[in-house]
């Protein structure tokens, strides 16, 4: 029987199906946005503490691997056993993240209450001193439309009000009570449901490894798993890299900033090191951006130390971007300062913290595969690979050697 579709236009009739279906289902998504928006949020919030538990494994993956090395050459270098020594290293990871945890919750928290409270009764006694020079201020740049005894009334109004609101709130305060308290549940229970979901991922990394390889081959051509098993084992290495350098980065800052104020005896040297240290993992704009908020509080106390500490912020942001950072996190990114910008802003206007940190390497894995895809179509063509060598076009370019696809691991470039 002869079929209805010629050899000749299955492909073509291939690639019409596949655009309509996409069509279909684009139509569809905006259509019922809302629907298919609340089904991905149900998803995401059920897959939570188990994508914490990847992200904690991630962290942990760097631990693990050293403690397996340790643990054979102490215990396993006559009689190797392999499942013990993986439970071993995972339980010394996993003890050292709850500790780390405990010990930032019983010593660090408490002083940080303590000095968030000594803030707000600064700032109250601050108010109340420069009343008039604050009432004057918001005169001047219009966020006050009346002054005199109309303010004074005003603010009378607001005092009455909330006074009236006081017996609605202590009868709404077991309600916004059980809030909190179940908000705090639920992030502790998604915080342990994580960490045991880490430990069983660190336990049986190679398994799954070889699970996700498994589907991977039995979907697509061996070359396309080959092409896509060397792209996630290049992301892995570029995001482990920056992401456990520049939290270790950042702690080693966060000490320097803490023992720096110490000895100047800045005030709050507690909470505005653990602002610096945590605004510090943003790259660029991170240390810029604790420092706004540490200059505002200590400008209440005493503003000589603000200038001072506004000084020593620089300093040890240049010690950062140029001593520091580049000796622990080496070459992992490989992009300029302009290009880092660019994936800052463009990750934060869009994922908010997670994309201001995330953004960097993102950018970064995107930018070295279009760079490896542009090298292997430029030793196609015979032409050099090297940016400068293109100064010059579109004269002449100097015909160089270059090696063959097949040499960067079937098309897809080492060098980055």
């Not at 510090?280 to 509080?297: E, K, Q, R, T, Y």
Request: proline letters at 4%.
């Amino acid at each position: 029987m002869k079929p209805w579709i010629t050899e000749e236009n299955r492909a073509r009739t291939r690639s019409n199906i596949v655009v309509v279906a996409v069509a279909i289902l684009l139509i569809a998504s905006v259509y019922y946005f809302g629907t298919l928006w609340g089904i991905v949020t149900s998803v995401f919030e059920s897959a939570l503490p188990f994508l914490i538990g990847f992200a904690i494994a991630f962290l942990l993956l760097p631990i693990v691997n050293r403690m397996e090395a340790f643990f054979n050459r102490v215990f396993f270098r006559k009689k190797p056993h392999p499942r013990l020594n993986r439970g071993l290293s995972t339980a010394v990871a996993v003890i050292v993240l709850l500790l780390l945890v405990a010990g930032f919750l019983a010593i660090m928290l408490p002083q940080l209450v303590r000095s968030v409270k000594s803030i707000l009764q600064i700032a109250s006694k601050f108010i109340a001193i420069h009343a008039d020079e604050i009432n004057d201020f918001l005169l001047k740049f219009e966020f006050l439309s009346f002054d005199g005894e109309k303010l004074v009334i005003a603010w009378e109004n607001i005092i009455t009000e909330l006074v009236n609101n006081i017996s609605l709130l202590m009868n709404n305060i077991k309600v916004i009570a059980f809030g909190i308290s179940s908000g705090i549940y639920a992030v502790i229970f998604h915080f342990l449901v994580g960490v045991i979901a880490a430990f069983y991922l660190l336990m049986d990394k190679e398994t799954f490894c070889a699970q996700v390889k498994k589907l991977c081959y039995s979907l697509f051509k061996p070359a396309t798993c080959e092409t896509l098993i060397y792209w996630t084992r290049r992301a892995h290495k570029i995001f482990a890299g920056f992401i456990t350098g520049k939290i270790l980065d950042s702690m080693i800052i966060g000490v320097i900033c803490y023992l720096s104020m110490l000895v100047f005896r800045i005030e709050y040297a507690l909470l505005i090191s653990v602002i610096v240290g945590i605004t510090n993992i943003i790259p660029f704009f991170g240390p810029f951006i604790g420092a706004v908020p540490s200059v505002l509080i200590l400008l209440l106390v005493n503003p000589w130390s603000a200038l001072w500490f506004a000084i020593f912020i620089v300093i040890l942001q240049q010690l950062d971007g140029n001593v520091i950072g580049p000796f622990i996190l080496g070459d992992y990114v490989g992009l300029s300062a302009f290009w880092i910008m660019i994936a800052i802003v463009v990750g934060g206007s869009l994922f908010g913290f997670a994309g201001m940190l995330l953004g960097v390497p993102v950018f970064a894995l995107v930018y070295a595969i279009l760079r490896t895809l542009a090298e292997v179509r430029l030793r196609e063509k015979g032409l050099p690979t090297d940016s400068k060598a293109y100064a010059d076009a579109p004269e002449k370019l100097e015909q160089s050697v270059v090696r063959s696809p097949t040499d960067e691991g079937k098309g897809m470039g080492k060098r980055d």
